[in-house]
């Protein structure tokens, strides 16, 4: 049950995820939108009402945090004009690794890429996992994903 709960209300998805389900969600609204016009029930209303609703909640809010966007900006979408960057960025924009998802112990970092922290088991070869680390790291400072100040919190959290 658990994964199907995960596809239908996802914390994060891709640029693909965003797509398809947007085309799915937007034709469906469409089909009942001609159903409205030639006079159906009013019930069809709620109906689209609820699915604008799990579009806004479950697939912009968790493109958005892919996109280190803050969840409040999902509000931003009914502004007239300033909506077709909001729904078009998302389509286009390149998930960004934020400085958090890279925190070790924390609960929502197991759909993410394994933890940059060392191992204690492996001992023998914590000096290549710390180099290892400490490149990544530099890697997104230098990408600008991290700042200084990041960078110093995540090595020292690191132990390097």
């Known amino acids: 049950m658990a994964p199907a709960v995960e596809f239908?209300?996802?914390?994060?998805?891709?640029?693909?995820?965003y797509w398809l389900r947007s085309v799915v969600v937007l034709r469906v609204a469409e089909l009942i939108a001609c159903r409205i016009d030639d006079g159906?029930?009013?019930?069809?209303?709620?109906?689209?009402?609820?699915?604008v609703a799990y579009w806004g909640l479950w697939v912009l809010r968790p493109r958005y945090r892919d996109l280190a966007m803050p969840a409040w900006s999902v509000l931003l979408v009914l502004v007239p004009g300033l909506n077709l960057f909001l729904l078009g960025y998302p389509a286009w924009g390149r998930t960004k690794v934020r400085a958090d998802w890279l925190s070790p112990g924390l609960p929502w970092n197991k759909d993410h890429p394994p933890s940059l922290a060392p191992n204690p088991s492996t001992?023998?070869?914590?000096?290549?996992?710390?180099?290892?680390?400490?490149?990544?790291?530099?890697?997104?400072?230098n990408e600008g994903t991290l700042t200084e100040d990041q960078f110093l919190r995540m090595k020292s959290r690191h132990g390097l």
Not at 8 to 17: N, Q, T, V
Not at 40 to 51: Q, Y
Not at 123 to 141: F, N
């Open 40 to 51: 159906g029930p009013t019930s069809d209303v709620i109906f689209i009402v609820a699915l």
């Open 123 to 141: 001992s023998a070869s914590l000096p290549d996992k710390s180099d290892a680390t400490l490149r990544q790291l530099e890697a997104l400072r």
């Open 8 to 17: 239908l209300f996802p914390r994060r998805i891709a640029r693909l995820s």
